[in-house]
């Protein structure tokens, strides 16, 4: 019995300093990899043309009518269109429009009050620099073809309206065009513009009104369609 004991605490003793001899191995861990990270598109896209419609408000009025009893007061229109954007560099894209547009003025005169509000059919050739991304300004000239003119004359007791429609489309005026873009999501972008005639808008020479030059405050959305 004393055999077996003893024998047994010396298997015990040899297997403990085996164990500290021969030192384990460490255990190594599996990591799953990271996921991937994707970047997200900036709104304002230069890489690739994208075409669509723009509508909003127009805010109108005369500047220099060289007449000094013919003051001119602002008068509300509207405006909507095609727009496009062909992309030049990562910064830089030229910018075309199609829009039709209404402007004009309200005038005080001695015989009462006149407003004259006058369609266009305008076509702005600018250039859009990407300043950061989602924030676009703009700057150009725009060629302006006159369609139709209204006036009205209100003196207290009496209302007239005179309608003229230009069917040559040879009343044509160059203007210039300054603005901003400000990109709400990647399709939709709010608008402000503001355009002046570089022209004198000049009337007949029978005509009591006196020429004139429109500009216009533009706010409106642009919807683009890659």
């Known amino acids: 019995m004393k055999k077996l004991l003893f024998m047994a605490l010396c298997l015990f003793i040899a297997g403990e300093v085996s164990a500290q001899y021969y030192p384990q191995r460490p255990r190594r861990v599996m990591r799953r990899p990271p996921p991937p990270r994707y970047e997200r598109r900036p709104y304002n896209d230069f890489y690739r043309p994208s075409f669509g419609v723009a509508v909003g408000a127009n805010f109108s009025n005369t500047v220099d009518s060289y007449n000094a009893d013919f003051s001119t007061s602002t008068i509300a229109g509207w405006h909507v269109g095609l727009t496009a954007n062909f ?14 547009s209404q402007k004009g003025y309200k005038a005080e005169t001695t015989d009462g009050t006149f407003k004259q509000r006058t369609n266009y059919i305008d076509i702005p ?3 859009k620099f990407r300043v950061v991304p989602g ?8 060629l302006t073809f006159q369609t139709s003119t209204r006036n009205i004359y209100e003196d207290g007791f009496n209302r ?4 003229e429609y230009d ?6 005026i160059i203007a210039g065009v300054i603005g901003v873009g400000i990109d709400l999501t990647r399709n939709v972008e709010l608008r402000a513009r503001y355009n002046i005639d570089l022209d004198r808008n000049r009337t007949n020479g029978a005509s009591l009104l006196p020429d004139y030059r429109n500009q216009v405050f533009q706010l409106g959305l642009g919807f683009k369609f890659d």
């Not at 007239?160 to 309608?163: L, N, R």
Request: aromatic share 14%.
């Open 125 to 127: 050739l600018l250039a």
């Open 167 to 172: 069917n040559n489309g040879d009343k044509s």
């Open 87 to 100: 992309p030049v560099s990562r910064s830089f894209a030229f910018a075309p429009e199609l829009l039709f």
């Open 160 to 163: 007239i309206v005179e309608t």
């Open 135 to 142: 924030f676009n300004f703009l700057i150009g000239p725009q």
